[in-house]
Every structure is written in C-alpha cells, then in structure tokens.
C-alpha cells in the first residue's frame, strides 16, 4: 500500500497563475482532507470530502476549490495564485470520521507563489 | 482563548531524561484528543489517542486533566530519534455533525547526546 500520496512534491508559481494539487490514497477511505500549514500556525482546514462526489469547506477556503469525482482521488485547485497561498499542503484521508479515527497523511506538496 | 495552545519550546534534553509537554484546550466538550508527531520536513503521523484519563504506549505516557482541560504527553527515557515536533491535536465537533480536527502548533524536541 502506498497509503497517501501527493503530486507534485514542490511547485514554484507566478502570482495569477493556476494549478492543480492531485492526492491519491489507496486505503479505500470514504473522507479526505486538505489541510495548509504555516509557520506559526497550527494545520488548517481548507477543504473536505465525506465521499465520493461530495465536497464542503473547512476554515480557509477561499482561493480554493476541490472535486472529488473518484473516492481514491481528491484535487485541490488553485486558479489564481496569490503570495499568500505560499504554504505547504497536506492531503489525509480516513476512513470514516470521528473520535477515533486516524488521519493518514500525505508527504505534502510545498507551494511558492512569488 | 485560542483552540489548542501549545507551548512551542524547543525543549533541548540530553538523551535519557524525561521531558514533559502540555497542552491546553477551549472546548469542554472534546472527548478525545491525540498526539501527532512531525519530522522535520514530513507529514504528521499519529502517535496516541487519548479516550479517558490516559493512555501509556512503551516510553509515551498521554495524560487528560478534563477538569483544567490540559493534556500532556510525557516521554520517558529519551531518544535522539524522538526529536520532532509534537502536535496537540483536539476534535472539534460543528453544528453539522463534521467533527474537524483542531491542531496546535506544535512543541519542539531536541534529543542532544
């Protein structure tokens, strides 16, 4: 099992542009996550998925969006980049939610937005 | 008051010592609660869960003060491959059932020979 994986591992972005952030697990986990963190601050949630087909927004989503067309797979989308979106992004799935189930986490994706 | 605080250290300990960090939330109604750990560069990855008053696994002992609302995460005999960040980290249940997960930033561990 690779569990969660991330593409791409780093990106360098122009303010403006766009770009999608891919997340794969291969766990058969029903919920997925996009966390941000940055230093300073605790990992915050940006967007999350209950299923297949189904999205919502956590804490910061603004600037954001997501799609969840296959459970395996969960994007994250940027369409135009600000330097304020410079951060590292973590996906983690799980395999329902609740007080006692795990987050796995992927190895992270770090963003630069100049 | 913030959700989850944490003390961000570091903590410098020489290999062997006992260190201890605490943790302090808002939510009364938190249930549960976890440690995650976080190499330099990584992903978290889970440590403990904490259900009631506490929970030992081996060196790491979590403790839960649900009348202070602090929990601590003690680890005995230290090891130079302890050193980590250690996130605190509080389910938080919204108005529609989601129960998201509130991290706090994070304690600091330097394990020294």
């Known amino acids: 099992n690779a569990g969660v994986t991330q593409t791409p591992k780093f990106r360098v972005l122009k303010t403006g542009q766009s770009m999608t952030l891919l997340c794969a697990q291969d766990m058969n986990h029903e919920y997925m996550y996009w966390y941000r963190q940055d230093p300073g601050m605790g990992l915050r949630l940006i967007h999350y998925s209950v299923g297949e087909g189904t999205t919502a927004k956590g804490e910061v989503p603004d600037g954001y969006n997501v799609s969840r067309l296959k459970k395996q797979n969960f994007l994250l989308g940027l369409e135009s980049a600000a330097p304020s979106q410079t951060s590292v992004y973590f996906c983690a799935s799980s395999y329902l939610q609740g007080w006692s189930y795990e987050q796995y986490f992927g190895p992270g994706t770090r963003l630069t937005v100049t | 008051r913030k959700e989850v605080e944490q003390d961000p250290g570091p903590f410098n300990v020489p290999e062997g010592a006992t260190v201890a960090f605490n943790c302090t939330y808002s939510?009364?109604?938190?249930?549960?609660f976890f440690w995650y750990r976080q190499d330099c560069r990584k992903e978290p990855k889970l440590l403990m869960s904490?259900?009631?008053s506490g929970n030992e696994d081996g060196r790491f002992t979590a403790q839960l003060n649900r009348a202070s609302q602090y929990i601590s995460l003690l680890i005995r005999d230290s090891k130079l491959s302890d050193s980590a960040t250690y996130l605190c980290v509080v389910p938080h249940e919204k108005n529609t059932g989601f129960q998201k997960l509130v991290f706090g930033t994070g304690t600091r561990l330097l394990v020294s020979p």
């Open positions: 904490v259900y009631s």
């Open positions: 939510n009364s109604a938190s249930q549960s």
